[in-house]
């Protein structure tokens, strides 16, 4: 059974870099696959941030691109989301997710709050 | 910047049907886009419900079908249960030197 499993600070301060960190177990990230964040505001509608191939290869929201970086540690089978220069546009519920393929996520984390305030 | 546009809201009674649809700001939505389909209940992740525009997920209910409905992404439900009262997202894909994927605003579907 894939399981995913966002953790990461729940409160970052505005103008700061958020980091989180998704861990998967149930099946090994090197064997395939995209690994991608989505996010969803409080009371809003779901955003796609980026993914990234098993192999390394990154693809991003157009729209966040300047403030994103996703990386993969195999070694860990974890990866991970740093976005930078929060504002407290950037309050959402950070989800993780395997993407077989053109967005097709089919395993889900079961998200993480994440608030900007000083 | 490319835009998905979904109904806001649209509501069924039990045991009908009803299709909920997808558009691209860039024009007609086709196969090539890899339509995808996710539900979402409150205080859950979204589950995937449809992907490549009618494929079913093993675990999809077989009154969910995909297809391409003038112009745009759809999904119809029929014969509908009150536990399909939910939040209904598209998801499409664009692909060229930045590929990238988007969400429609997503529907919210109220069973009464």
């Known amino acids: 059974q894939v399981q995913l499993q966002e953790s990461g600070p729940g409160l970052v301060k505005p103008s700061e870099t958020l980091s989180l960190t998704c861990t998967v177990s149930?099946?090994?990230?090197?064997?395939?696959?995209?690994w991608g964040w989505i996010r969803q505001p409080p009371g809003k509608g779901l955003e796609w941030i980026g993914s990234i191939y098993h192999s390394g290869s990154t693809y991003y929201n157009p729209s966040l691109k300047s403030r994103v970086t996703i990386s993969v540690d195999t070694s860990k089978n974890q990866f991970s989301l740093k976005l930078s220069s929060m504002t407290a546009a950037d309050t959402a519920v950070y989800y993780c997710a395997r993407d077989l393929d053109y967005g097709d996520s089919d395993y889900w984390g079961q998200g993480t709050l994440v608030t900007v305030s000083s | 910047q490319t835009v998905v546009t979904q109904e806001p809201s649209l509501t069924v009674s039990p045991g009908g049907t009803v299709t909920l649809t997808c558009a691209s700001s860039t024009g007609a939505v086709t196969s090539g886009y890899y339509p995808n389909w996710f539900q979402q209940k409150p205080g859950q992740a979204p589950r995937a419900l449809i992907y490549s525009t009618s494929n079913k997920h093993s675990w999809t209910p077989a009154r969910f079908s995909g297809s391409l409905l003038g112009g745009k992404a759809a999904l119809t439900l029929s014969g509908v249960q009150p536990e399909d009262e939910a939040d209904y997202y598209c998801l499409l894909y664009y692909g060229g030197a930045q590929s990238h994927v988007v969400f429609g605003g997503g529907t919210k579907l109220t069973v009464l």
């Open positions: 149930g099946y090994s990230i090197s064997s395939g696959y995209h």
